[in-house]
């Protein structure tokens, strides 16, 4: 069984900083690409940052300059450093991945989601 567990959310003054971590773990062949989305109250989800298995990123226009995405492949984790953090910021993180567990078709997969608020 495969989870992914975020962690590294709270409660943050403008223009302060954040680092979120999300942990895969389970049986896992092999994890392709791996993306933060987030949910504010009353609106939909939105795509983040994204990253591939090769390492190139993309991200939203909101956030281009302020919020770097990485993984470290060892340790079947994906980060999502938030700097010059806003109140519009504020939202529940989730992470997302795109997994095999045998070799084939990769599935996404969901973790539980992290609380960011953005609050003076």
């Known amino acids: 069984q495969v989870q992914l567990v975020e962690s590294g959310g709270g409660l943050v003054q403008p223009g302060g900083s954040l680092r979120l971590s999300c942990a895969a773990s389970?049986?896992?062949?092999?994890?392709?690409?791996m993306r933060w989305y987030r949910q504010a109250p009353g609106k939909q989800r939105e795509l983040v940052a994204g990253?591939?298995?090769?390492?190139?990123?993309n991200y939203a226009d909101s956030v281009k300059g302020r919020f770097t995405i990485s993984r470290d492949n060892a340790k079947n984790t994906v980060y999502l450093q938030m700097n010059s953090l806003k109140p519009e910021d504020t939202a529940v993180y989730y992470c997302?991945?795109?997994?095999?567990?045998?070799?084939?078709?990769?599935?996404?997969?969901w973790g539980q989601g992290t609380q960011v608020t953005v609050s003076s």
């Open positions: 389970g049986r896992i062949f092999r994890i392709y690409a």
């Open positions: 990253i591939s298995s090769g390492d190139q990123t």
């Open positions: 997302n991945a795109d997994l095999a567990v045998v070799v084939g078709t990769p599935y996404a997969y």
